[in-house]
Antibody
């Protein structure tokens, strides 16, 4: 059974940093591309970033370029999102999702950027 | 960046009725389009990929069609558990893989 478990969310001040993690199990992690998708409370889905199975890419939505960095450690079956220079508009649930079609999702981790 | 526009924003129907949801792309995405269902407090769930292929475990009452710029998600006979928000997303060419703004399907 595929399992994706996000962690690392919390409350941070504007300009601060957080590192999100996504622990994967139940599949050959390095065979699959992985995404981060976010959802502000009460709002729609926003695709954030993609990294290929071999770590190539990566790709970002324009609003996070230069501030967020996606990475993965295939030896640890883990996906990461380093978020720097956080803004209030980055407040959202952050989900990791598996494969190009986002066939499996974690339960999400909440990031609140507030002073 | 490809923009996906979903319509209607809200669709009010009764159990047993047929639901037709639309997603229009600002430029062709071929068949690189997916549909997701999201219920309150839950992560989204993949329903349809590559425009018309049902994901694993998705009931046959869900079907997808379209290519190019116009796509449709049809639910043939609504069950109580189908009332949720539905999103389309493209996976065409290079990212960003944008989502539509969503259609809320609620009980009439």
């Amino acid at each position: 059974e595929v399992q994706l478990v996000e962690s690392g969310g919390g409350v941070v001040q504007p300009g601060g940093s957080l590192r999100l993690s996504c622990a994967a199990s139940g599949f050959m992690f390095d065979d699959y591309a992985m995404h981060w998708v976010r959802q502000a409370p009460g709002k729609g889905l926003e695709w954030v970033s993609l990294i290929h199975g071999d770590g190539s890419g990566p790709y970002y939505v324009e609003s996070v370029k230069g501030r967020f960095t996606i990475s993965r450690d295939n030896s640890k079956n883990s996906l990461y999102l380093q978020m720097n220079s956080l803004r209030t508009e980055d407040t959202a649930f952050y989900y990791c999702a598996k494969d190009y079609w986002l066939g499996d999702w974690g339960q999400g981790t909440l990031v609140i950027v507030s002073s | 960046e490809i923009v996906l526009t979903q319509s209607p924003a809200t669709l009010s129907l009764s159990p047993g009725e047929r639901a037709t949801l639309s997603c229009r792309a600002s430029q062709s995405v071929s068949t690189y389009l997916a549909w997701f269902q999201q219920k309150p407090g839950q992560a989204p769930r993949l329903l349809i990929y590559d425009a018309s292929n049902r994901a694993t475990g998705i009931p046959a009452r869900f079907s997808g069609s379209g290519s190019g710029t116009d796509f449709t998600l049809t639910i043939s006979s609504l069950e109580p558990e189908d009332f949720a928000v539905y999103y389309c997303q493209h996976r065409s060419n290079l990212p960003p893989y944008t989502f539509g703004q969503g259609t809320k399907l609620d009980i009439k």
